[in-house]
């Protein structure tokens, strides 16, 4: 259960509302669509949609496709997808920033006309250098003083095609003395020959970010416009903008970025290592992605537990990836199915079973869920069971098999280790066990007391499965921190493939049915059918593993 925890946007919200401000509420979620949507925006979701719902308003989905060379249609349709995923929706409200590049186009021509604008010619380094530092003044570029006239035809033949990408760009005239860099003549527009997967080649300039994303805000009616903390000081050139040009001004809300331990969330490395192959696709089940948690098994009811449980709050901070986990564990604990699986087989001969007989047991589908009802599991005189449930010379307060002493195969019968059998080099072969006829269920029929329960598949009737054990993708506790390639930091251990035996039921388990492994973990079938047998990947113990 996750507890309500402080969300200090929505105290703002109460305040607008009560005052009269307001009377709805209206958020946007910006992604551009230059990779997958990873954790952290799922934080963004929530609170940009969460907020709408809480409200009764509304929250666009809007693509920033301001930059042409990032962005790509794959993209678009996996945030689309994502969202969805999540629980969201957006309506009617999709929305995309390339819709609106007239309308840019004619504000920035508004601001050149009020001599609130100009055309520079300085190059990337030369515009650094006269912009300079906050504690010294910056220095003005000749362009400055250049005529409303001037600049309105210059501007012009800059849309018109006539010069090369680099060579000039439109800046908003604002203060080259300013403590705030994003204040001394931010460059506003920039020339960029680049078709756009929206407008084609209708564009060769591309309004900059911190242009563009207040104007969207402004023509949609968003009222809240969220964002993370690095755009704190650039919201003086957002209301400047605005309060310039005479338009409806939203009002611009930031808050802390969500950072989790062993994990990156910025798209840009995301993107490297799938370029590189160093994860299977942006959906591997290793990958801070929605698609790749998704496919790991995550649920989204888990990710917005998690999300509200964090809260939205303006200091920094670094979240334990075990609390995610933890939401996973939980949901999935209520929903998962419960079967049998054995990763690490080991073979076990009931003796004194019939050779040729079978049996089937009903066993609960969930251990306190009647309504989930039961499955039918097969069970033969081979079994198989956990390699590590059997101890020759068993540890004090091991109270699985060992020899001579009785243990319950769940649902089954209990059994007793009559004989172990080695090979040559004294490796355990197979067990030998005697069951007790009169125990049929698992249960003594004297009442005397077995402690032990462990899981088992009968040999005959069980089915091979991969399953693909999944640790942390990086080894570095706070890898954004780390100095140097954060390449450096992957986990080699961090697949591990295996094969185990199933119980038969799984094996017309489709892709993303979750289950819970009886004593090991809650798995996810996966989509992949190249294996030719069942695909589970593990998707978290089933308990928090003891920090290393
Ligand atoms: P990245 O750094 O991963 O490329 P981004 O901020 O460039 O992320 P956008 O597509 O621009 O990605 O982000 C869309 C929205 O998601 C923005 O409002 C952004 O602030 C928010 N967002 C991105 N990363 C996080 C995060 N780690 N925590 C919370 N919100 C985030
Ligand atoms: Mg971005």
């Known amino acids: 259960m996750s507890t309500p925890s402080s969300n200090f946007i929505h105290d703002i919200i109460d305040t607008d509302l009560a005052s009269g401000k307001h009377t709805e509420v209206v958020t946007r979620f910006p992604p551009e669509p230059n990779g997958y949507l990873h954790i952290g925006h799922a934080k963004a979701i929530c609170l940009d949609f969460g907020t709408a719902l809480k409200y009764g308003g509304r929250c666009h989905l809007r693509f920033d496709d301001t930059n042409p060379t990032a962005e790509d249609t794959e993209y678009v349709e996996a945030i689309e997808n994502d969202v969805r995923w999540l629980g969201f929706d957006w309506g009617k409200h999709l929305y995309w920033a390339s819709d609106y590049f007239d309308r840019m186009y004619e504000c920035a021509v508004e601001l050149i006309k009020l001599g609130k604008a100009y055309v520079c010619d300085l190059s990337v380094d030369a515009f650094k250098e006269y912009r300079g530092v906050p504690h010294l003044p910056g220095k003005e570029p000749a362009g400055r003083s250049r005529s409303i006239e001037e600049n309105l035809d210059l501007f012009e033949r800059m849309?018109?095609?006539?010069?090369?990408?680099?060579t000039y760009v439109l800046r908003a005239r604002i203060d080259m003395n300013s403590p705030n860099l994003h204040m001394r003549d931010p460059a506003i527009y920039r020339i960029k020959h680049a078709s756009h997967h929206n407008t084609g080649d209708k564009w060769c300039l591309y309004p900059m970010y911190d242009f563009a994303h207040c104007l969207e805000d402004s023509i949609e009616g968003v009222t809240h416009s969220m964002c993370t903390?690095?755009?704190?000081?650039h919201r003086p050139l957002y209301d400047w903008i605005l309060e310039t040009l005479g338009l409806y001004q939203p009002r611009q809300y930031e808050f802390a970025r969500l950072n989790l331990t062993y994990t990156i969330m910025s798209k840009r490395k995301l993107l490297e290592l799938v370029k590189e192959n160093l994860v299977n696709g942006w959906d591997d089940p290793r990958m801070p992605t929605l698609c790749g948690m998704r496919r790991r098994g995550y649920t989204p009811e888990?990710?917005?537990?998690?999300c509200t449980e964090i809260g939205v709050?303006?200091?920094e901070s670094l979240t334990d990836v075990a609390l995610l986990e933890h939401h996973v564990r939980n949901d999935l604990n209520e929903i998962a199915p419960r079967r049998m699986a054995v990763l690490d087989p080991l073979k076990v001969v009931i003796t004194s079973y019939p050779e040729v007989q079978t049996e089937e047991f009903e066993l609960p589908n969930h251990?306190?869920?009647?309504?989930m009802g039961v499955r039918t599991v097969p069970f033969a005189r081979e079994i198989y069971i956990e390699r590590e449930d059997f101890m020759e010379e068993p540890a004090k307060k091991?109270?699985?098999?060992?020899?001579?002493?009785?243990?319950?195969?769940?649902?089954a019968y209990l059994i007793t280790c009559t004989e172990v059998i080695k090979?040559?080099?004294?490796?355990?072969?197979?067990l030998h066990c005697s069951h007790d006829p009169e125990s049929r269920g698992g249960n003594a029929p004297d009442g005397r007391k077995v402690k032990g329960t462990i899981h088992w598949v009968a040999a005959q009737y069980g089915v091979e499965a991969e399953v693909r054990l999944y640790d942390r993708l990086l080894t570095s506790e706070n890898p954004a921190a780390e100095e140097g390639d954060f390449k450096e930091y992957l986990n080699p251990d961090s697949l591990k493939v295996i094969t185990g035996i199933v119980e038969p039921g799984l094996a017309t388990a489709k892709a993303g049915d979750k289950f819970q492994f009886e004593r090991i973990g809650y798995f996810?079938?996966?989509?992949?059918?190249s294996a030719n047998k069942p695909v589970f990947n593990r998707t978290v113990g089933l308990r928090e593993a003891a920090s290393k």
Not at 159 to 166: R, V
Not at 229 to 233: A, D, I, Q, Y
Not at 302 to 306: E, K, Q, S, Y
Not at 524 to 529: M, N, P, S, V, W
């Open 367 to 371: 251990p306190n869920k009647p309504e």
């Open 524 to 529: 996810c079938a996966d989509l992949d059918t």
């Open 229 to 233: 903390l690095e755009f704190e000081v």
């Open 398 to 411: 091991f109270f699985r098999l060992a020899p001579g002493t009785e243990v319950r195969l769940r649902g």
């Open 423 to 430: 090979d040559a080099n004294g490796n355990i072969m197979e």
């Open 313 to 315: 709050t303006k200091t």
């Open 159 to 166: 849309k018109n095609g006539e010069f090369a990408d680099g």
């Open 302 to 306: 888990a990710i917005r537990a998690f």
